[in-house]
């Protein structure tokens, strides 16, 4: 299938729901047990089977935009440092000097070296230790044994992804699955580029609740009946699954000027519909014609969670199209994601909390969070079995 086949597809979905008013369906609800979300021993098996375990999305290849560039990204507690060697492969490293463990770098740009800030000891943008001061006092150290702790990663398809603890390598096909890793390289968005720095919003709920929020828009009409629900199609999706991941398809108000219209009129349709794609267990990424934005959701404890932000933008924009950007770019952030989905997440943790309220429910209309509720419980499930292996 080619890039307009595939849209084509999705559009000719998205019109039927918009003119029958439906969206799709699963066969059953789902009532999720209320202690997923506030046992701490629940967490703490989620942090090893979901985060420890599984290959997690560390950014977009354009973070990374040439040999020399580096970003540092903080997951799960765990301090990362992601660069480009000069071969133009990628590395992830601990950001945490073999020396005494302070963090290295903040932030992202190009460097030829990293220096610790503490004692000065210096890798080289593949990690391998290259200056110390007073290096006689270390005599006896192997130095080679003492370059940046390198983390499993791999690239591919626009999307780097690694793991937070040392281990066997990643297979970025194996990961994806062959439909999606096709369906990411029909996106071809490996060089779209940062658009200003990651944002990290402070969540008073577990990061599964604030996950939750975006995987449907039931409740566009209502929670963002101010701002989205002019937008977009409220209660209007499609869903696919990928494996664990998944994708869901918003219809933009838009659409409704193909109604009617034979498809070989159409023209470019990308304007007319929204992507977004869940990367198991905790990645949000949503595509729209100008740019990505990329979700990280991360526990931070039984009842709060962070939520990294990053935009990318897709290169050769006008400078129209830029400045509508620089202008919705704060409005999504501020006013309709931590205004309206992040308040409505702090609203929910204190009645979870309680426990009285015995299951959380997921309805037929919401095929996207009961997907990732059931692969969450199937990967803490796998993890219990091979801990009594």
């Given at each position: 299938m ?49 985060f ?24 799960c507690?765990?301090?990362?440092l ?9 590395h ?5 000097c ?11 740009g ?9 004692h000065n ?8 230790l ?9 005599e ?22 690694g ?53 449907e ?26 494996g ?99 308040w ?25 969070p ?13 993890a ?6």
């Amino acid at each position: 299938m080619d890039k307009e086949a595939f849209e084509h597809d999705l559009v000719r979905r998205l019109l039927q729901h918009v003119e029958h008013g439906t969206t799709d369906l699963t066969d059953e609800i789902l009532e999720v047990p209320v202690d997923v979300y506030t046992s701490a021993d629940r967490l703490a098996e989620e942090r090893t089977a979901l985060f420890g375990d599984q290959p997690l999305l560390l950014c977009l290849s354009g973070a990374l935009p040439r040999p020399g560039s580096y970003l540092t990204v903080d997951l799960c507690g765990t301090p990362v440092l992601v660069s480009r060697g000069k071969d133009g492969r990628v590395h992830a490293f601990l950001n945490a000097c073999r020396h005494r463990g302070v963090r290295v770098m903040d932030g992202a740009g190009e460097a030829r070296r990293f220096t610790c800030p503490f004692h000065n000891w210096t890798y080289d943008n593949e990690g391998a230790l290259v200056g110390l001061p007073v290096a006689t006092a270390f005599e006896g150290m192997c130095r080679e044994d003492k370059g940046l702790v390198e983390l499993p990663v791999t690239e591919g398809y626009g999307l780097v992804v690694g793991r937070l603890r040392p281990g066997a390598e990643i297979d970025i096909d194996e990961y994806l699955g062959p439909d999606l890793a096709a369906e990411l390289a029909l996106l071809d968005f490996a060089d779209w580029e940062l658009f200003g720095e990651p944002h990290t919003h402070p969540v008073g709920a577990n990061w599964k609740v604030t996950l939750d929020t975006y995987r449907e828009n039931y409740h566009f009409d209502f929670l963002h009946r101010d701002t989205l629900a002019a937008y977009a199609h409220g209660g209007i999706l499609t869903f696919d699954p990928f494996g664990r991941h998944l994708r869901n398809c918003s219809a933009i108000k838009s659409i409704d000027q193909l109604k009617g219209v034979p498809e070989e009129e159409w023209g470019d349709v990308g304007a007319h519909f929204s992507l977004q794609y869940a990367l198991f267990p905790n990645i949000s990424l949503t595509f729209d014609s100008r740019h990505i934005e990329l979700w990280q959701i991360l526990p931070t404890g039984v009842s709060s969670s962070e939520v990294v932000h990053t935009t990318y933008v897709r290169p050769g924009l006008s400078e129209d199209e830029t400045t509508k950007l620089a202008d919705m770019a704060p409005w999504i952030c501020e006013t309709v994601v931590d205004g309206e989905d992040f308040w409505v997440a702090g609203r929910t943790e204190p009645g979870i909390g309680t426990g009285l309220l015995g299951t959380v429910v997921f309805g037929r209309n919401e095929p996207a969070p009961q997907h990732l509720h059931q692969g969450f419980e199937a990967a803490i499930a796998a993890a219990r079995a091979a801990g009594r292996d």
